[in-house]
């Protein structure tokens, strides 16, 4: 195999992340190095003859796309492969722009790292050749060949990072089936394509749903599931010829969930070897994607449904803890649609929003329901709240960015909050969003020590309090969606 004998650099601050990897490529024969440090790897980087590097993006010296960087100005044809935790477009195409060959996403499966390995060796391969041959100035038209196939290889990484993309930008309520031969079609323009659920006590595939190019196209057959289809050969090969349609099925921990349906090609009806791989590449993307799925949402709703009960519980001491968590909500939302803020923040807001005060639950009676202002002592033991809350959040292995969230939730922009005086940049996104909402409901609230700010004068003081208080740009969001209100 094309590994095989390949000098690879390591460089990760995790250990475990580094034996997993240095493991796994040992297996095949390849010569790692390890560096758990950035500057370590540009050590290594000018003793050692280094073909493929692979690059954790958070290190804790240099930042991983400096690494990338250096690495390129070395040599660049060093084929670059970076590890991330979370695939930002930003970042990805900052680091594509830089010359980095593919991405790992953590917790990466091994068979997927072989993959790209091997594609990124095999890419590596050709530009090595095209460089040799410029060197001498040979044979111009092998350069143009080359040129072309490489040319081809970006197409085809554009291609996957198309892919990705489409597929990590699908929420929760999106059709995963509908969309998977959405993209086939889109990128292969075959004229039909497919998916059949398999339904393996009745030996039946059922097709679930289907797109052809012309109505004048015969539909999709109807198939039985015989046994060639679950065999363990298709299974590994990854799809299965039949007429002149091509069956890919989708895999999840071992079981053949589906197939996704191919055909209509004009002439032999055969497909190639590279159109092959992409639909390969996009079964095995969507199984990821479902089981992912699967899993987060079973997760999610006992996470919910227990949270839930926690709510409650507030609830039942403090009626107004309440409603003001539910109106922080519904307005942190809508100000995360005028900012425009990621699904990844929307979702954690949907979250952290109804039990941003949890922690209130830790807090006693006699200062939690104190009909009168607290004082300063009072004042002290309240603040532990966002502390309790986290504490409550962080039992929760999958929800530990939100227990981050609730911790920092009543930092000010200008480092005067608590409990660590993070200011700016420092204080999680979402935290800064809650920050206005929370203050403007407490300021448009009858309290028994307290009357209510009409809409207008609460506004006023979000406006004057942007860029001390509040991040500036969170503020006048708002106030642009007071405006419209
Ligand atoms: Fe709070």
Do not use: W
């Not at 240095?22 to 370590?40: E, H, I, P, Q, Y």
């Not at 690059?55 to 400096?66: F, H, M």
């Not at 009626?319 to 100000?335: I, K, N, P």
Request: hydrophobic share 40%; aromatic share 6%.
């Amino acid at each position: 195999m094309m590994l095989e004998g390949s000098s690879i650099l390591l460089v990760d601050d995790s250990p475990e992340t580094l034996e997993l990897l240095s493991d796994c490529l040992s297996l095949s024969d390849c010569r790692v190095m390890k560096a758990d440090t950035g500057n370590k790897a540009l050590e290594m980087l000018k003793r050692n003859q280094v073909e493929i590097a692979i690059v954790d993006i958070n290190l804790p010296d240099i930042n991983g796309i400096s690494v990338l960087d250096a690495i390129k100005q070395h040599d660049p044809t060093v084929a670059v492969v970076m590890i991330t935790g979370y695939p930002e477009t930003n970042f990805v195409v900052n680091a594509m722009k830089k010359g980095a060959s593919d991405f790992l996403i953590k917790p990466f499966e091994l068979d997927k790292l072989m993959m790209v390995m091997m594609r990124v060796s095999r890419e590596r391969q050709l530009l090595v050749e095209n460089k040799t041959i410029l060197d001498r100035l040979e044979d111009k038209k092998k350069i143009e060949l080359l040129n072309r196939r490489l040319q081809k290889k970006i197409e085809e990484l554009t291609i996957m990072f198309h892919i990705s993309n489409k597929l990590n930008a699908l929420s929760i309520v999106d059709d995963v089936y509908e969309k998977m031969v959405q993209i086939v079609r889109e990128i292969l323009e075959v004229p039909s394509c497919g998916y059949y659920v398999a339904d393996k006590e009745k030996g039946e595939m059922v097709l679930l749903v289907e797109k052809r190019k012309s109505e004048g196209l015969p539909n999709a057959p109807k198939m039985n599931l015989s046994k060639d289809f679950l065999s363990k050969t298709t299974l590994s090969k990854g799809f299965i010829q039949r007429d002149d349609r091509l069956y890919l099925p989708l895999i999840i921990k071992g079981e053949c969930i589906g197939f996704m349906s191919v055909g209509g090609k004009q002439g032999n009806g055969r497909f190639s070897e590279d159109e092959i791989f992409l639909l390969k590449l996009i079964t095995e993307k969507v199984s990821s994607k479902i089981e992912n799925r699967m899993l987060y949402e079973s997760l999610y709703n006992s996470i919910l449904h227990t949270l839930s009960s926690l709510i409650i519980a507030i609830n039942r001491r403090d009626s107004y803890t309440e409603g003001h968590c539910g109106r922080v909500t519904a307005m942190s939302q809508m100000l995360a649609e005028v900012m425009a803020l990621q699904d990844y923040e929307r979702q954690t807001l949907r979250i952290v929003g109804p039990v941003h005060d949890l922690g209130k639950i830790g807090i006693p009676d006699a200062i939690l329901l104190k009909p009168a202002r607290l004082n300063l002592e009072e004042y002290a033991v309240m603040k532990d709240h966002s502390i309790y809350g986290e504490e409550i959040m962080k039992g929760f292995e999958i929800l530990t960015e939100e227990a981050r969230i609730i911790r920092h939730h009543h930092e000010r922009f200008d480092g005067q909050g608590y409990p660590d005086g993070l200011a700016a940049d420092e204080i999680p996104l979402c935290c800064r969003v809650i920050a206005v909402c929370d203050a403007y409901d407490a300021m448009t609230s009858d309290r028994p020590y307290k009357k209510a700010l009409t809409k207008k004068d609460a506004t006023a003081e979000i406006k004057k309090y942007g860029g001390s208080q509040f991040d500036p740009d969170v503020a006048s969001s708002f106030l642009s969606m007071q405006e419209v209100g």
